[in-house]
């Protein structure tokens, strides 16, 4: 779990009508994925985190 990316998490989370995990770790983002366009609160979540 740790170890998913956003990018990756978020497709299947879309889905998932349970967010609230999801929503956590983006709530507050500090960092954007250079490849998808993502973010999220930690850079261990993105394939290409860029500091916002
Ligand atoms: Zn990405």
Redesign the pocket.
Known sequence: MASD????LAKKELHNKDSKAFKKLVDSPEFF??????VANKKGN????QKL
């Open positions: 990316k956003m990018c990756k994925c250079r490849k998808c366009g993502r993105l394939c290409k985190p």
